[in-house]
């Protein structure tokens, strides 16, 4: 970074630059800031169908915290980041070095293992709805071969209806996990593995207490990312279970919309919208200011 | 760059020759490999087979005849909630709005970034870091009072309000983009740039627009993906009339009557992710890049 002095232009020379803002500004304070607020002031008054001014207090919390669709969706997403954000970093990880250990048709493979990015939640849903029908889907299919005992009903079942959801996830993510991956796999120093080798130290060692520990920034971006995934995660439910059977895949973010859209609960659905929000604030502004002392340090080493 | 490329050179071990855990590891990407090609492939057989077919419960074979009737009908005869006319209109929806709300929010992704990273106008810095939060935000948090202010302009429902909400809602992963981009150009072209009298807007679109051209396909690619695969936002703001595929699919796969027609659903399906799905086979390398570019944030 070079010093401000000299790459700031003067401002009465700025005021393109500042009048071209002006939108982009209401669009942050407004947009942003503003509908945040307005959700988490929604969250304490007495909204229904429409907004009301009547305060309540933090009723809405209450009742939510002692909804039970509210609680299995919480569980729910605690499940999805152990299974699915794990499993797409196990998964993606083993991909990488895979891929990473020259192989043939890397390209191939890679293209392979990403498409499932380009296909959107809804489509991911419903095939592996399909996939997962018990009378005509895959379990069929392999007991039609004599294999009476396989079971990939998973969505029929409340008890396993969310690994089923975490398993298709896994199919949509794994590929975003291991190119992240793979990106920091191949910013490690050769002379790394060089060292490695020449120490004796076995394969598996190396990867655990060498390359690992390396990779550090692109596993903690792969880990935000697919845990951000989770929090959002609406359409691949509503399109492969619609939270069912019960309510045992309801999660977070279809419990707002469908309180707002179709329940006509506003009050209670902000409430469930502003415990996300902080969730999120909670995890980003730490990272946030840690980057930004960071930066600052780095600006000093200079 | 901003953008994290590869090193085009694996920096994995080399190996040793044919070994036992050369022979594990192809098997390891053969079979994971199956996995992820699996559902499509379930998916392009099941299209082209007759119900009768599909009944006999072999999900994998293929199908004995090729029939196009199932494509046919997902196409333009298929029925939703309301009307009886395949996915054909929620494809032409999802065109217009996909295509003005790509265009548009990755020119001023561009505009965007560029003022933030060369001009730094007071505030800069505070306006970039609310876009940034922002985007880590789920839309549950906005969708309610941007359906108000929407409504309140009587926008609520039209084309015009949902290719508004995508530009707007992008804006976090557009201006990033930019932002980083821009960051990594020479400070000084644009001080001689400056020198030989050009103003603001000619710098933006004489040099640095062109300039970006690389990161306009990539967010170009990266927002369209998006954009076409949006669910939350069709739903809520396009309206009856102006529905995108993604949210017409869920409608007919999901309500139906009587017997399931697995093959319709699956030739809709597919119907539906065969653009994005060209758009990432075409595009190839230019898609990867979006996706590091995107996760390597700040």
């Known amino acids: 970074m070079t010093p401000r002095s000299d790459t700031r232009p003067p401002r009465f020379r700025n005021w393109p630059a500042f009048i071209s803002l002006t939108p982009v500004w209401l669009t942050a304070l407004g947009l942003f800031v503003g509908t945040a607020i307005y959700t988490f002031y929604l969250s304490f008054t007495n909204s229904r169908t429409m907004p009301s001014t009547d305060l309540v207090g933090f009723e809405h919390y209450v009742r939510l915290f002692d909804a039970r669709r509210w609680n299995t969706a919480m569980v729910n997403m605690g499940i999805l980041c152990v299974t699915y954000v794990v499993g797409c970093l196990l998964l993606g990880f083993l991909l990488a070095a895979a891929l990473d250990r020259k192989i043939r048709f890397e390209n191939t493979l890679r293209t392979l293992f990403l498409y499932p990015q380009a296909v959107s939640f809804v489509v991911t849903g419903l095939v592996w709805q399909w996939l997962m029908n018990p009378n005509l889907g895959i379990q069929n299919t ?29 199919w949509q993510g794994a ?13 490690i120093d050769g002379s790394l593995w060089q060292a490695a080798r020449v120490e004796g130290i076995p394969l598996w060692r190396t990867y655990v207490s060498i ?19 989770i929090i959002r995660t609406y359409d691949l439910v509503v399109a492969m279970t619609n939270g069912g059977p019960g309510s045992s895949t309801e999660l977070p973010a279809k419990f707002i919309m469908d309180n707002l859209f179709n329940r006509q609960n506003i009050g209670l659905a902000t409430a469930g919208a502003s415990v996300l929000l902080i969730t999120v604030l909670a995890v980003v502004v730490p990272i946030f200011f840690v980057r930004a002392a960071q930066q600052k340090k780095a600006r000093k080493g200079h | 760059m901003a953008t994290a490329t590869f090193n085009p050179e694996a920096t994995g071990r080399k190996p040793g020759g044919i070994e036992l855990g050369r022979v594990g590891l ?3 990407l053969i079979l994971t490999a199956a996995f992820f090609v699996l559902p499509l492939y379930v998916m392009v057989v099941t299209s082209f087979k007759e119900m009768d077919e599909i009944r006999d419960g072999q999900i994998f074979l293929l199908p004995q005849t090729l029939h196009i009737d199932a494509w046919r009908a997902a196409w333009s005869t298929d029925c939703g909630l309301e009307t009886c006319s395949g996915i054909s209109q929620g494809f032409w929806n999802s065109v217009k709005i996909t295509v003005p709300a790509t265009v548009i929010s990755v020119l001023i992704g561009a505009f965007v970034g560029y003022i933030l990273s060369f001009w730094k106008p007071k505030g800069a810095n505070v306006l970039f870091g609310i876009i940034v939060l922002a985007g880590f935000i789920p839309l549950q948090v906005f969708v309610y009072p941007t359906v108000r202010i929407i409504a309140f ?8 309000a949902v290719i508004l909400v995508h530009v707007l809602f992008s804006l976090p992963l557009t201006v990033l983009l930019f932002r980083n981009y821009y960051a990594a150009v020479p400070h000084d ?21 062109p300039m970006a051209i690389p990161m306009l396909v990539v967010a170009g690619l990266l927002q369209f993906n998006a954009i076409w695969n949006d669910f939350l936002l069709g739903m809520v703001f396009a309206g009856r009339d102006n529905q995108p595929m993604m949210v017409q699919l869920n409608n007919i796969v999901n309500v139906t009557f009587g017997e399931v027609q697995y093959n319709v659903n699956m030739a809709a399906t597919l119907l539906t992710a065969a653009v994005p799905l060209l758009a990432y086979f075409v595009s190839g390398r230019w898609f990867v890049r979006g996706i590091t570019a995107g996760a390597v944030k700040g």
């Open chain 1, 175 to 187: 590929g975003l996990a291991m190119i992240i991956l793979l990106a920091g796999l191949r910013g």
């Open chain 2, 26 to 28: 192809y098997l390891f």
């Open chain 2, 189 to 209: 072209l644009f001080q001689a740039a400056r020198i030989d009298g050009a103003g603001f807007i000619r710098i933006f679109f004489s040099l640095m627009l």
């Open chain 2, 153 to 160: 302009f009587d926008l609520y429902g039209t084309l015009s």
């Open chain 1, 211 to 229: 390359i690992i520990p390396e990779m550090r920034a692109a596993v903690a971006t792969a880990a935000t990312l697919l845990f951000m995934g």
């Open chain 1, 142 to 170: 392999l007991q039609g071969w004599g294999w009476d005992s396989f079971r990939f009903d998973w969505i029929e079942h409340p008890e396993t209806a969310i690994y089923g959801v975490a398993l298709a996830g896994l």
